[in-house]
């Protein structure tokens, strides 16, 4: 799956921005909450009666500069408080869904945070109904496979992520995982070790942000005590010369987000980004949106503007696409069809 496609060498550079776009590929890190526009936040606070603290779409987007994660995560929560009923949360994954699809992505896989909802009274079945029809239409309407993963907010206690379990546990067939998401730094893997280990004798894959703004022993507890499938985020893991070598011989995909990490300040400028020492390190490296409303791109304006800076070529595009199809949940056969339709497209731009 990770062999290098033979037609790499054979497309020109000025036609890499079209094959990044046209290319199949999968997303595996972006939260639902995180696509809310600013101008779907104030059609929903006026369907809804919900005040919100800023007069204009304009004023919103001016406040989207940030200087850390928790700069970024008040104005996400204030945006999240305009969503109250199913067909909200429908609206919110269908609009991302339409954007995936424009950007060729045929498979999503969803976070959710049912405690910033579940918090302002809004019930689990609301929030877990809405996005799941979302689901089944793209599927149905756009031919994009997309599926859920609940995450748990670390900033809340490792009782609350119970307790929000619990009352997911009647809809455990509308998502596939459980995620850990939210401030990272002083909120370790290990406050969760008990919920994780609980979510994996129920069956349910398991994925955690890690090493993001916080060290490389995250990562490593993420991987030992959580015992994830894939990380998201783990940027900071080239620190560490060990975690690298694990992380490549085990196969473990990270979940890299480039325009998030350049809004949060976790690299000064795009053209400093490790994704190209990530892949040509054996890593399972792969690109997506985080929270593409508040960063500033979607799916394929996060490989445009990353390649544009950086100098990556058609073979990292290559290797980028076929690592999200390696790092997806979903069965052999579908991957292998999607790694068809990756060669279809490169042959295409190859001229072959
Ligand atoms: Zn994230």
Known sequence: MTDLHPFTHDIPADRLPALLRAMPKAELHMHIEGSLEPELIFALAQRNGVAIPYASVEELRRAYAFTNLQSFLDIYYAGASVLLKEQDFYDMAWAYLERAAADNVVRTEMFFDPQTHTARGVAMQTVID??????????AKLGVSAALILCFLRHLSEEDAFATLEQALPFRDKFIGVGLDSSELGHPPEKFARVFARCRELGFHLVAHAGEEGPPAYVWSALDVLKVERVDHGVQSTKDAALMRRLAQERIPLTVCPLSNLKLCVFPDLAQHNL??????????????????????????????????????AKHAWQLAANSFEGSFVDAPTKALWMERLGACFAQFAGR
């Open 276 to 313: 190209g020492q990530l892949l040509d390190a054996g890593l399972v490296a792969t690109v997506n949106s985080d929270d593409p409303a508040y960063f500033g791109g979607y799916m394929n304006e996060n490989f445009i503007q990353t390649f544009a800076a950086t100098g990556l070529t």
């Open 130 to 139: 809405g996005l799941h029809r979302a689901c089944g239409d793209a599927e």
